[in-house]
C-alpha cells in the first residue's frame, strides 16, 4: 500500500510525538537500557493490564480496548522465554511487549 505524502506526515508525526514520550518516561523514571517493558505497564495500570502466557504459534503480542472499563489488556506470548537464562523475558518478548504498547500510546 502507498502512502499519500499528507499519510507519511502523519505517520512520521505519530513516530516524533511517540518518541517525545518515550524520551519523557525514560527522563523522569531514570531508567537505563534494556529498559523493561514491563514496568512501563504498571505505570499504566490505571488504563492498562497485561498478561503472559504460552500462546504458542497463535499470538506474539494482543492488544484489546474495553470501553466500558476504559482499559487496554495487552497479551502477550512466553513461548520464548523457555529455557531463557539471561532474564526474566526473552527478547523477542520483550520487543512484542514493547510493541503492543506503542499501539496504545496511539490509542488504537
Given at each position: ?21 518515550a ?68 527478547p ?17
Amino acid at each position: 500500500m502507498t502512502m499519500t505524502k499528507f499519510e507519511w506526515q502523519l505517520e512520521k508525526h505519530g513516530q516524533v510525538l511517540a518518541g517525545r514520550v518515550a524520551d519523557d518516561i525514560v527522563a523522569r523514571h531514570r531508567y537505563t537500557a534494556p529498559i523493561d517493558p514491563l514496568k512501563i505497564v504498571d505505570l499504566e495500570r490505571e488504563s492498562l493490564r497485561a498478561g503472559g502466557a504460552d500462546f504458542k504459534n497463535s499470538f506474539d503480542g494482543k492488544l484489546k480496548y474495553f470501553p466500558k472499563k476504559q482499559r487496554f489488556t495487552l497479551l502477550y506470548n512466553t513461548k520464548y522465554d523457555v529455557g531463557y537464562t539471561a532474564g526474566p523475558h526473552h527478547p523477542r518478548t520483550r520487543f512484542s511487549i514493547a510493541h503492543e504498547l506503542s499501539a496504545s500510546a496511539k490509542g488504537f
